[in-house]
C-alpha cells in the first residue's frame, strides 16, 4: 500500500516538477547538454522510488528532489570530461542554485517555484526553437517539460514510437551543433516559436481530458499542468489573444472534468453530465481569458473552440444548447483546421441539428483515413448514429470493432453498454 502511495506521488512529482528541475540544470549547464539534465532528474526519480517505501516519504518531496537531482548532476560533472576548465564553475553555480531554495534547517522550500517559473518559460521557447523542425520541436517539448513518454508522444501525433523516438534524438543533436540557446526570443521570432508552445500545452492537456489507454478516463494532473503552464505564458508580457483564447478553452473544459465519470468511475457523455458539478470558478476563469481574447483581428482554432465551449458553459441545461450556432462554429473551425478529428467532432452537432443520416454521410470520408483506422471514437460515433437510426446489426458491428482498438477502461465499458443495447 505505502509503495503504490508512493509511486501515486512520483509520479506526480514527475509531471509537476521534473520538467522544472531539467529546465533550471539546462539553464546552468547549456542547452547543449539537455541529456545530461534529463538523466539526472531521472535518476533522482529512481531514488524516491527505492528510497520512500522504507525511509518514509520527507516533508518537502518536491524540495527533495530538487536537492538531489542538483547534487546527482554535480557527480556527474566531475565524473565527465566535457566542461574542462568551466567544471569547477558550473558546480559552483549549481551549488548557489541550491542553496538558494534552501530554508534554515537545509531542505529547499517551494521558493523554488518563484526560481523555476522563468526558467520553464525559457525552456519551453528554447524546445520550440524556429531552427527546429515543428513536430521535433513539440515532440521535445512534451517529453522535456511535460514529461510524456515516447509512447505517449506517439499517440499524441497518431505515429508510430521509433518515429518519435528518432525526432527526439535528432532536436537534441540540432540543439547541440547548433549551440541554440535559451534566450527569449522577440518580435517575428517570438511569434514563430508561440504557435509551437501552444500545440505543447494543447496536446498535454488533451492527454489529460480523455487519456488515450489505461485504467483512467481522465488524467487531471495533466489537464491542470497544461492549464498552469497556459496561464504562466498568459500571464508574461509575451501573450497574445490566441494564448488567452487557449487558456479559456483549457478552463472551460477543465471545469467539466468532475461530471465526466460518475461515482464507478464510468463515462458520462456531456449531454447526461450534472451540470451542478462543474467548477463555476474554472467557467469564471474561462470567460475572463476568453473576454482577454478578443483583442485585435485574428481569429485562431483557439477562439473558435474556446467559443464552443464557452457556448457549452452558458447553457442552463442540454436542453437550452444553442447546437445550431455550434455548428456554425465547428463550420468556422473546419475552415481554419481541416483535421479529421474536427471533422468527427462536426458531425456529432450535424446529428444534433440534421439527424443522423446526414451525420453518417458526414463521416463516411473519415473511415478513409488510415489514421483513423483503429480510432475507437469514430467507430463509437458510427455506431451512435446507426444505433438511432435502428440500424441495430450495422452498429452492433460497429461498437465491436471500437471494443478492438486501444482505449481506456471506462470506454470499453461504454462501449460495451452501447453493444449491449444493440441486442
Given at each position: ?21 531539467v529546465a ?25 522510488l ?6 518514509g ?5 518536491a ?7 542538483h ?30 531554495g ?79 540557446t535559451?534566450d ?240
Amino acid at each position: 500500500m505505502i509503495a503504490n502511495q508512493t509511486d501515486g506521488l512520483v509520479e506526480h512529482l514527475f509531471r509537476h516538477q521534473a520538467g522544472r528541475i531539467v529546465a533550471r540544470l539546462t539553464r546552468i549547464l547549456g542547452p547543449a547538454h539537455i541529456a545530461l539534465a534529463e538523466e539526472t532528474v531521472q535518476d533522482a526519480l529512481v531514488r524516491a522510488l527505492q528510497s520512500w517505501p522504507y525511509n518514509g516519504v520527507p516533508d518537502n518531496p518536491a524540495g527533495w528532489l530538487f536537492r538531489v537531482a542538483h547534487n546527482l548532476a554535480i557527480d556527474a560533472i566531475r565524473r565527465g570530461k566535457s566542461f574542462g576548465d568551466k567544471t569547477e564553475a558550473i558546480v559552483a553555480d549549481i551549488v548557489r542554485s541550491v542553496d538558494r531554495g534552501a530554508g534554515v534547517s537545509g531542505p529547499p522550500t517551494i521558493d523554488v517555484e518563484e526560481q523555476l517559473r522563468d526558467e520553464e518559460l525559457r525552456m519551453i521557447f528554447m524546445c520550440c526553437h524556429p531552427e527546429l523542425p515543428r513536430d521535433a520541436s513539440v515532440a521535445l517539448s512534451l517529453k522535456t517539460i511535460g514529461g510524456f513518454n515516447v509512447r505517449e508522444i506517439a499517440r499524441a501525433f497518431l505515429a508510430d514510437e521509433p518515429a518519435i523516438a528518432q525526432r527526439l534524438v535528432r532536436a537534441k543533436r540540432q540543439i547541440r551543433d547548433r549551440n541554440l540557446t535559451l534566450d527569449m526570443p522577440s518580435g517575428a521570432d517570438l511569434a514563430g516559436r508561440l504557435d509551437a508552445v501552444l500545440d505543447v500545452l494543447y496536446f498535454t492537456f488533451n492527454e489529460g481530458y480523455a487519456a488515450r489507454e489505461g485504467a483512467d478516463l481522465i488524467r487531471t494532473d495533466l489537464c491542470f499542468e497544461a492549464l498552469r503552464l497556459g496561464r504562466l505564458v498568459a500571464g508574461a508580457t509575451i501573450a497574445a489573444p490566441r494564448v488567452h483564447a487557449l487558456v479559456a478553452l483549457m478552463a472551460f473544459q477543465a471545469a467539466r472534468l468532475p461530471a465526466r465519470v460518475d461515482a464507478a468511475g464510468d463515462l458520462v457523455l456531456l449531454e447526461h453530465q450534472d451540470r451542478g458539478r462543474w467548477d463555476d470558478r474554472l467557467i469564471a476563469l474561462g470567460f475572463h481569458h476568453f473576454d482577454r481574447s478578443m483583442a485585435g483581428d485574428q481569429v485562431s482554432e483557439y477562439h473558435v473552440q474556446a467559443a464552443i465551449a464557452a457556448t457549452h458553459a452558458r447553457a442552463l441545461d442540454p436542453q437550452s444548447l444553442d447546437w445550431p450556432l455550434i455548428l456554425q462554429l465547428y463550420d468556422q473551425l473546419l475552415a481554419i483546421n481541416g483535421s479529421p478529428i474536427v471533422a468527427l467532432n462536426r458531425a456529432v452537432a450535424i446529428a444534433k441539428v440534421r439527424g443522423p443520416a446526414e451525420a453518417l454521410a458526414a463521416i463516411a470520408p473519415l473511415e478513409r483515413d488510415p489514421k483513423l483506422r483503429e480510432y475507437h471514437l469514430l467507430l463509437a460515433v458510427r455506431g451512435q448514429l446507426l444505433l438511432e437510426l435502428d440500424r441495430t446489426k450495422e452498429a452492433a458491428d460497429a461498437f465491436h470493432s471500437a471494443l478492438a482498438c486501444a482505449c481506456t477502461e471506462p470506454e470499453r465499458r461504454f462501449l460495451q453498454r452501447q453493444l449491449d443495447r444493440c441486442a
